[in-house]
Nanobody
Framework: VQLVESGGGLVQAGGSLRLSCVVSGLPAGAYAKGWFRQAPGKEREFVGGISWAGGRAYGDAVKGRFAISEDNTKNRVYLQMDSLKPEDTALYYC?????????????????????WGQGTQVTVSS
């Protein structure tokens, strides 16, 4: 399985960026895809996730500003980031879940995902 992110960069506060991730190597598709981020010295943080059924979840810090979506092939997942803040600065990782979910699984749990990209840097200047 390979995940390749793109779209990161430097943007001023209040601006927008759109991250993209191509997921390959999953002929049957992924049960879920998500975005996490990690800033220096901080814990990895859930940003957004989308299930095979189209259900979505967002981290509290980005709710109302970020939106996750995927294309019709479900091989590409996007993260639209609006109203960016300096505290959104981090390395953003795309992730996919290829294993069948158990009954109490959560999009927010990083342990649910088994494939990760290398990350794309987002820097928001004040």
């Amino acid at each position: 399985v390979q995940l390749v992110e793109s779209g990161g960069g430097l943007v001023q506060a209040g601006g927008s960026l759109r991250l993209s991730c191509v997921v390959s190597g999953l002929p049957a598709g992924a049960y879920a895809k998500g975005w996490f981020r990690q800033a220096p010295g901080k814990e990895r943080e859930f940003v957004g996730g989308i299930s095979w059924a189209g259900g979505r979840a967002y981290g509290d810090a980005v709710k109302g500003r970020f939106a996750i979506s995927e294309d019709n092939t479900k091989n590409r997942v996007y993260l639209q980031m609006d109203s960016l803040k300096p505290e959104d600065t981090a390395l953003y990782y795309c992730t996919a879940k290829s294993t069948r979910p158990h009954s109490s699984w959560s999009l927010r749990d990083p342990a649910e995902y088994d494939s990760w990209g290398q990350g794309t840097q987002v820097t928001v200047s004040s």
